[in-house]
Nanobody, 126 residues
Framework: LQLVESGGGLVQPGGSLRLSCAAS????????VGWFRQAPGKEREGVSC????????YYADSVKGRFTITRDNAKNEVYLQMNLLRPEDTAVYYC????????????????????WGQGTQVTVSS
């Protein structure tokens, strides 16, 4: 199964972007999916994670109320709607899949498997 992120770009503070994570070579239905980000000089951090059924969702405190994660299993895609973007949201955003004990656990301790996308750059700047 391969993951490909898209939708990144340059946006002004307060703006919005919608990231997509598309899977090929397998079904996302069976997996929890997480969005992670890594800024220069910082560790990778979990942004939001969603269970296979979308029944459980976790958001990092820094994005609560601004970001929304959704999934469309029929399309084999997961999305991250990012609103009210801030300069500190600037990072490379990655999606990953796993079978975690909980979506919070997945986001707090990013997966160490090979099922990661290549990342998409998000830059928030005026």
């Amino acid at each position: 199964l391969q993951l490909v992120e898209s939708g990144g770009g340059l946006v002004q503070p307060g703006g919005s972007l919608r990231l997509s994570c598309a899977a090929s070579g397998g079904n996302l239905d069976y997996y929890a999916v997480g969005w992670f980000r890594q800024a220069p000089g910082k560790e990778r951090e979990g942004v939001s994670c969603i269970s296979s059924s979308a029944g459980s969702i976790y958001y990092a405190d820094s994005v609560k109320g601004r970001f929304t994660i959704t999934r469309d299993n029929a399309k084999n895609e997961v999305y991250l709607q990012m609103n009210l973007l801030r300069p500190e949201d600037t990072a490379v955003y990655y999606c990953a899949i796993d079978h975690p004990t909980s979506v919070q656990a997945m986001c707090v301790r990013p997966p160490t498997n090979d099922y990661w996308g290549q990342g998409t750059q998000v830059t928030v700047s005026s």
